[in-house]
Each structure stands twice: as C-alpha cells, then as structure tokens.
C-alpha cells in the first residue's frame, strides 16, 4: 500500500489543522494505521493509531484530548485533527500501516506542521 499524508501547514498555538492520510490499493480496511511525528532533533514518536474497522483508538498522552484519529474506508483516507496545538507539536507528521499482528511496515512521505507560539 501506498501512503501520502497532506494538510500541515503554519498555525498558531491555540489553532487547529486536519492532516489526511490517503491510501492506494484495495486493502486499506484491512490495516490498523497510526500517525507518527518527528520534531527538530528529536526522535520519531507514537501520536496515535486506529483499528482497521475504526472501532479503537490510542492515543500518546501528549496528545490525547486535542487530537482525533479517524478513518474513511470507503475513501481510503486517515485522518488527524489536532485542535489546541502547541508549539511543542510542531513536526513533520507521518501516516503507516500495519497488519494486526504485525509492526509498521507501510510510511508515507510526511507532512509538516508548524504551530507558532
């Protein structure tokens, strides 16, 4: 599967962003997806993920309150709204796919999100 993720930009802190995640192949509702960050000089991190079916959830504890990971399967697409954003969210933001049981095998190119304070 292939993965392209789309909608960072420039925010302010306080401010909002939707990030989308779109997928090719015929497959998609058959992975679980997550989203992932990588800010300046820091590690990539966990943001959250979503069930293959869209019936749970998890959440880094950073994040859990102001973001929302959603999926269409029917259109393919992933979704992150990030509402409350802090400057210390700015990153560039990755989608992957993962079987069940298995680990992250699928990325998409990032998008980056900068939120100004």
């Known amino acids: 599967v292939q993965l392209q993720a789309f909608g960072g930009g420039l925010v302010q802190a306080g401010g909002s962003l939707r990030l989308s995640c779109a997928a090719s192949?015929?497959?998609?509702?058959?992975?679980?997806m997550g989203w992932f960050r990588q800010a300046p000089g820091k590690d990539r991190e966990f943001v959250a993920r979503?069930?293959?079916?869209?019936?749970?959830?998890l959440y880094a504890d950073s994040v859990k309150g102001r973001f929302t990971i959603s999926r269409d399967n029917a259109k393919n697409t992933v979704y992150l709204q990030m509402n409350s954003l802090k400057p210390e969210d700015t990153a560039i933001y990755s989608c992957?796919?993962?079987?069940?049981?298995?680990?992250?095998?699928?990325w998409g190119q990032g998008t980056e999100v900068t939120v100004s304070s």
């Open positions: 979503i069930s293959a079916s869209g019936g749970s959830t």
């Open positions: 992957a796919a993962r079987v069940i049981s298995g680990s992250y095998h699928y």
């Open positions: 192949g015929r497959t998609f509702s058959s992975y679980v």
